[in-house]
């Protein structure tokens, strides 16, 4: 039996990338996909969010010189060009899946709307949250938060390139020490690179735990949905 009922998965853009660290490659996505069926399969309802870091941040562009809030409308576009990647590897093996975005695009995808969002979750379907949260100068993680507490998902389930949240970069220090749990103000005040702080002070304003996992890891998404203790978890 899954521990959870609902959760939101947030996954950054690069984890699409594959060895390239650019674009998209199909066998990573498919992957994905597959551990993602395999969750709904077990009757966890699945709402996801993919960041566009392997295709734009803007950020990056702005230090460059390009209008930020440009930047950060190119970024969210990007995401949506990620969930319709993802959307069409869930679908190819069966599983029902809809893109809602926060940036109207009716062509392309359904508008967000949270009612209808929770009726197809209610009825199974994976849906993707593309678009971050329409607004400039916030993150995907603030749209993974945003999206997760109006779903009322239960956990906010964070894939990481590392296993869990650490006390210094693990992939610089050999000494990092991973915890097992830590709170969110302890997060804060020691500015653990883990998601950014706007995103971390909503999870804590409203109780909304964050399990930290390794993607990299096959069956990772599977063993938190079951509520094995894998990674961090930051209440
Ligand atoms: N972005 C934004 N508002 C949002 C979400 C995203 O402006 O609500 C833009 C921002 O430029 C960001 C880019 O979209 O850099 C891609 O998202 P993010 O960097 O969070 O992706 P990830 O790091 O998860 O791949």
Known sequence: MA????????????????????GI????????AGEVAAIAKEG???????????IFRGVAMAAKNMDRVTGDHM??????INSLALQDALEQIGVHTRVMT?????QVAEPYIRRRAIRHLEKGRVVIFAAGTSNP???TDTAAVLRALEIKAQVIAKA??????????????????????????????RSLAVMDATSIAMCR?????????????PGNIMRVSMGEPVGTAIV
């Open 205 to 217: 304003d409203n109780k909304l735990p964050i399990l930290v996992f390794n993607l990299n890891v």
């Open 25 to 32: 490659d199909p066998e990573r996505v498919k992957g994905l």
């Open 137 to 139: 100068y916030f993150s």
């Open 102 to 106: 926060a940036i109207q695009m009716h």
């Open 75 to 80: 970024g969210m576009l990007a995401t949506v």
């Open 160 to 189: 990481t390139k590392v296993d869990g949240v650490y006390d210094k970069d693990p992939l610089k220090f050999d000494d990092a020490v991973m915890y097992k749990e830590i709170s969110y103000t302890e997060v804060l005040a």
């Open 44 to 54: 966890v309802q699945v709402g996801l969010v993919v960041g566009g870091g392997n």
């Open 3 to 22: 521990r959870y009922e609902r959760i939101l998965l947030k996954l950054s853009g690069e984890v699409m990338a594959g060895p390239a660290a650019f």
